[in-house]
Structures are given as structure tokens and as C-alpha cells.
């Protein structure tokens, strides 16, 4: 560990580890297979990245979101350590250098999708490279009962023959004892270790509020609260429309964050919001991960998700600096009748394959085509041409994607692409009858060496280089296309479907009656937590949560709404209960911790088992001593 504490102090400028990271690190440096879940900002990069550089070869790193991939990229180069992400939407010229890069040991981390990673070409490259350890990041991904399953994953057991000598280690911040079950036999887990932190957090306020005016509680509980907030919604039209209504009509500091948004549009926010003390974030849940804002002082989910897990891991970006923080839910009837429909009307197997015939139908395809056709695609759009049930349909395409029939790409992003077409004599009569087009040509031209050929150009770089204004530079391009000086196709961020299989009869689409089994049990479970926590108001919400993810005989957090309700006063049978509690479990004359009286009481908050206690020392029953207390006789 001494040599592990040298290299976090020389890159990462820390003094020691946290105590849930120490036992991770030893294991992978035991070369143990390893299960690690920490919570969110519990550090969990830190458990992989220090033992990495410890050990030979180069670091593969698995991980499901592009945008997560890039920012532990800027964060490591920026600590002088070799790092780069592999995906598809880069240049094959990006691709293939990066993959020399690799080749030549110039890599210590290569971060990677698992759609990415089970192609034939790479694991080809596997085979002639050295991987020092093997990290699956976001691992309840594999776990048809996790809450973002990801079919892809499934396959990455296949890649261990190519590293016999590299541990694997699986992170995650949420997971079930189910999800962790079945992380590890994915995995195939047998003999490795597994590893958990508490998921209690002392620091956060959990809060469920009835409300059937949401714009106007959502108001009041942003200005009532200090420092910058996220407000969940489930929609993007949902965090648009939501901002102007903050901005427009309650003069409140606030933008919106979704994946349709470009790179660019994207990175300009979060560091809008990151800079901006008091400022609100309404975002879907694209927003989030790998984004560390320790001024973050209350998440409010204006839509409830769908599962405990994702609720719970979307909570946790508030309070990272260890001040008191607020997570607040604001539930309508008609949420919850909402998540009751959902329960109650999954779709059956015959409709998942109408879904895609309907699909199919959608872009025109012919009976014995459509295998590797990838099309733009708006579920909006094809919601409202067939007049479809949103919960329904999303479902389907759910399960038409975990059997390998269709691939959706929600943050499909293509860049601008622009080639220059016009000879040397061409660009000077330009340059005569419209200079500035003629200077911007020129500029370009100095920019982007081969721009002769159809290359990626950044036009965000461009126009701020030389000063253009970004909607101006493409709206000249778009009349030098008109003018045939260039080919110009400007960038898209919509999302993109691709059909995976031909279309054929209905009947002949295979559904596997066991994975959809499976994702309907694990939909079923997640909306009956949600409810369940959501119409329970008596136990603490810690408790709650705690108790859904596993972890059993938690006290209660004393400052939740349920918890401080109860506080003012403590009805008569609750006294009653908590003494009886106390009293049978405590002996004469032999101390008893307090902290154990606690927990035997945990549906009740700590404070009203303290008043009881107090009560109690009153009456004489009961004598107290450092922490501890015992019976009188």
C-alpha cells in the first residue's frame, strides 16, 4: 500500500485513500477478481487508476457512456498519464491512431464501449497487446435485473482468454443483493471478492412532496434553498419547456441539459454550471455521470424514474462536499397512477413484434431487408404517426434491443463534414466577386490541412479562431454549398435507430420468452418500490432505501420529511413501543451501548429514541454512562 499511497500523492496530489478504496486496490493487487461498489462521488476511478499504474501493461477500461469515457480521459491527461477512448462516432483516422498509440505501449488507459469492445477487429488487436487489468465500469449494466441493461455487456466474459494474466474488476454505485448475484455469475465471478461501502448518507434530507402544482412548489423550494441545484425530468421536450417557464416567468437562473444537445453544447453547459454558484440544471438522467459539483446543495426530481436505483444514484450528486443537502420529490396523483399503468399494462410478446413491425413499416422497409440499415429516428415522431402508448412502446423497444433486433442510439452525434470542391481559379473569381467568402475559404484552407477530401471540421473551433459568430459561419457554408464551392453536410445530434435482423413475418420475429420474462420481472420490482416509497410516510426514507438495496438494520437519518414529523411530539404508542424495546433488551446492571438501542428501534427517528431515553433517566428506570446506558434493578 505504501508503494499505492506514493503514485495517489504524485498524480492525484491526496495524502491517503478512503477507508472503502483500501480493500478494493489490495484485492486487484492480489490479483483477485473483483465486485466494487461504492456509492456516487464514493471515488470509485481512484479504486482502479492507482493499481493500474502499478501494474504492466495497459489499462482497459469498459464503460457505457462516450461522455463519461471523454471526461476521465481530459482528467487523466492533464495528470501527464497516457489515456484515450475508443468509440465509433471518431474519424477512422482518430480510430487508427489511437489503435497505433495502443500498439506501440504508448497507452496506459484505453477506455471502451462493450458494443466497441466485441467486434472481431479489436479483440484481433487483443491479442497482441499486454492488459495489466480489465475494469468493468457501471457493471449492473450486465444484470437483466439492474435497471439499465445493456446486452452488450452480456458478451464480455468472451474477451478473457485474450487476458489470462489480468484481474478484472466490476464497479457500480447502486445494485440490489439480485443485481449482485447476478453481476457476479455474468461475470463469472466464482472465486473473486466483493466489496461494499454503506450507501447511508448523513449529510441528505430525502423528501417526498405531494403536489398538483409542481411549477409553483418547484419555484418556491429553488428559492428557498441555497447553491446550485439539478431538477429531474424524464423528458426533453419536459427540461425545455420547463427552463422557460423558470426563466420567463420567476427571473430564475436556469438552463436545460438532455442528449440531444452536440459535444460542444453539452461541455459549454456543465461549465456554465459548474462556474455559477446558484444556478439550476433541469436535465434528463443523460445528466450526471462523471460530472462532480461539490456545490450541488439539492436534487429535486420533478419526475420520479423508475426504479430506486436510478432515483437513489441521482440523489447522491447533492451533498458531495459533506453539507447538509435536500433531495425532494414532487409526486401528483398523477405520477402515481402513471407507475401504476406501467405495472399493469406491460406489453405482451405479440405486441413487442407488432412494435417492430410497425418499425419496420415506419422507414419503408421491404419483407427480406433492413438487416444493418440505420435510420434518424424520433420516437416522438413514430409515437404520434401510429397514435401509440408512449410506456408501452418504450417498453417494447426495450426488449426488441435486449434481443438483439434493433440497436437505438439515443446521443447519436455526427459532426460537421466539409470538402472543398472549387479549383485554384474558381476560388480566386470568388475571392473577386465575394471576399468574404474568398477570406473564409482562405482561413479554412489554413486550418484544416486536406480539406480537398471530406473531413470532420469543428466549426465551434473555427468560428471562435476567427471570430464568427457560429450560426453566421454556417449559414455561409450553406450558401457555398448552394454555389458548389463546397460540399458541406452540417452536423446532427438526432438519435439513431439500426435494425439488426431482415424483416420477415411476424410470427418469425424471436423474442426470447425468457429475457422478456426476466425484464418484466425486474420492471415490476423496480415501479413496486417506487411506489412503495413514494405512499410510505411513516418510516424514515433512509431506511426505506437502504432496506430496498440490501442493507438491513439501519437507524433512522432524523432529518428526512418522515423523520421530522415526528419529532415535535411522540405519540402514545409509539412511547410505548420504543420503551418496551429499550427496556426488554436492556439488563441490570450491565451497559449497554446507545448506538445498539438505535438500530433496535430504526423505524423511529433517533431523536424520538433519544426523548424516550431521556424520559426514561427521569423516571430513574434507567442509569446512563458514556454513551452506554443500563436497567436499574
Known amino acids: ?165 489480468a484481474p478484472k474488476l466490476a464497479l457500480t454505485a447502486t445494485a440490489t443483493p439480485q443485481v449482485i448475484e447476478d453481476i457476479q455469475d455474468k461475470l463469472d465471478f466464482k472465486n473473486g471478492k466483493v466489496f461494499t461501502s454503506s450507501y447511508f448518507k448523513y449529510n441528505l434530507s430525502y423528501q417526498v412532496l405531494k403536489s398538483e402544482r409542481k411549477v409553483e412548489d418547484l419555484v418556491r423550494w429553488i428559492q ?109 396523483d398523477a405520477d402515481l397512477n402513471e407507475k401504476a399503468d406501467i405495472l399493469n399494462n406491460y406489453p405482451s410478446i405479440d405486441e413487442v413484434r407488432n412494435c417492430l413491425l410497425t418499425l419496420f413499416n415506419h422507414f419503408d422497409i421491404p419483407y427480406e431487408m433492413g438487416q444493418g440499415r440505420r435510420y434518424d429516428w424520433s420516437l416522438e415522431e413514430f409515437l404520434r404517426k401510429f397514435q401509440l402508448d408512449y410506456h408501452a412502446t418504450y417498453k417494447s423497444l426495450q426488449i426488441l434491443q435486449d434481443n438483439a433486433l434493433i440497436y437505438i442510439q439515443d446521443a447519436f452525434y455526427k459532426p460537421d463534414e466539409l470538402q472543398l470542391l472549387a479549383n485554384d481559379r474558381q476560388l480566386k473569381d470568388l475571392a473577386e466577386t465575394y471576399p468574404d467568402y474568398g477570406q473564409l475559404i482562405s482561413q479554412m484552407i489554413r486550418t484544416y490541412e486536406g480539406i480537398h477530401f471530406k473531413r470532420r471540421v469543428n466549426l465551434f473551433k473555427l468560428a471562435k479562431t476567427y471570430h464568427y459568430h457560429i450560426l453566421e459561419l454556417k449559414t455561409s457554408l450553406q450558401k457555398l454549398a448552394k454555389l458548389g464551392i463546397v460540399d458541406y453536410e452540417a452536423s446532427t445530434n438526432k438519435p439513431t435507430i439500426e435494425f439488426l435482423i431482415n424483416k420477415v413475418a411476424t410470427k418469425d420475429f424471436p423474442v426470447d420468452q425468457t429475457q422478456y420474462t426476466n425484464r418484466k ?96 433517566l427521569e423516571l430513574n428506570q434507567i442509569e446512563k454512562g458514556q454513551g452506554e446506558v443500563f436497567k436499574k434493578s
Open 521 to 616: 420481472r425486474s420492471l415490476q420490482d423496480q415501479l413496486k418500490g417506487c411506489l412503495n416509497y413514494l405512499e410510505e410516510g411513516s418510516i424514515c426514507r433512509s431506511i426505506q432505501l437502504l432496506d430496498y438495496l440490501g442493507e438491513k438494520n439501519s437507524a433512522p437519518c432524523g432529518i428526512c420529511d418522515c423523520c421530522l414529523s415526528r419529532t415535535n411530539k411522540i405519540i402514545p404508542q409509539d412511547y410505548l413501543d420504543i420503551r418496551d424495546t429499550i427496556l426488554i433488551n436492556l439488563e441490570s446492571k450491565i451497559y449497554t451501548p446507545i448506538h445498539k438501542l438505535l438500530l433496535l428501534n430504526r423505524k423511529y427517528p433517533e431523536l424520538a429514541v433519544r426523548k424516550v431515553l431521556d424520559r426514561l
Open 224 to 332: 428557498k434553498l441555497s447553491g446550485s441545484g439539478l431538477v429531474y425530468v424524464n423528458r426533453r421536450s419536459a427540461a425545455e419547456e420547463l427552463v422557460k417557464q423558470l426563466k420567463d416567468h420567476f427571473n430564475i437562473n436556469a438552463d436545460y441539459y438532455h442528449a440531444g444537445l452536440s459535444p460542444e453544447q453539452r461541455n459549454e453547459k456543465q461549465d456554465q454550471w459548474l462556474k455559477n454558484p446558484h444556478s439550476v440544471m433541469v436535465a434528463t438522467n443523460a445528466f450526471g455521470m462523471g460530472i462532480d459539483n461539490p456545490n450541488v446543495n439539492y436534487v429535486i426530481h420533478y419526475h420520479f424514474p423508475n426504479s430506486i436505483e436510478a432515483y437513489f444514484q441521482e440523489c447522491g450528486r447533492a451533498g458531495r462536499a459533506g453539507q447538509k443537502s435536500h433531495a425532494i420529490a414532487l409526486v401528483s
Open 1 to 165: 500500500m505504501h508503494s499505492a499511497l506514493s503514485i495517489l500523492k504524485k498524480y492525484w496530489n491526496y495524502d491517503q485513500f478512503r477507508p472503502a478504496q483500501i480493500p478494493i486496490i489490495d484485492s486487484i493487487l492480489a490479483d483477485y477478481n473483483t465486485l466494487g461498489l461504492l456509492t456516487t462521488g464514493g471515488g470509485k476511478s481512484i479504486c482502479f487508476q492507482v493499481p493500474a499504474m502499478m501494474r504492466e501493461g495497459v489499462c482497459l477500461v469498459i464503460s457505457p457512456l462516450i461522455a463519461l469515457m471523454k471526461d476521465q480521459v481530459v482528467q487523466l491527461n492533464q495528470r501527464k498519464i497516457p489515456a484515450a477512448a475508443y468509440y465509433s462516432a471518431q474519424s477512422k483516422e482518430k480510430q487508427q491512431k489511437i489503435i497505433d498509440y495502443l500498439m506501440e505501449g504508448k497507452l496506459k488507459f484505453l477506455y471502451i464501449s462493450p458494443e466497441r469492445l466485441i467486434t472481431k477487429d479489436f479483440q484481433t488487436r487483443l491479442r497482441e497487446i499486454k492488459v495489466g487489468l480489465l475494469v468493468i465500469d457501471e457493471a449492473h449494466c450486465i444484470s437483466q435485473w439492474g435497471y439499465d441493461f445493456r446486452p452488450a455487456y452480456l458478451k464480455i466474459p468472451n474477451i478473457y482468454a485474450y487476458l489470462p494474466n
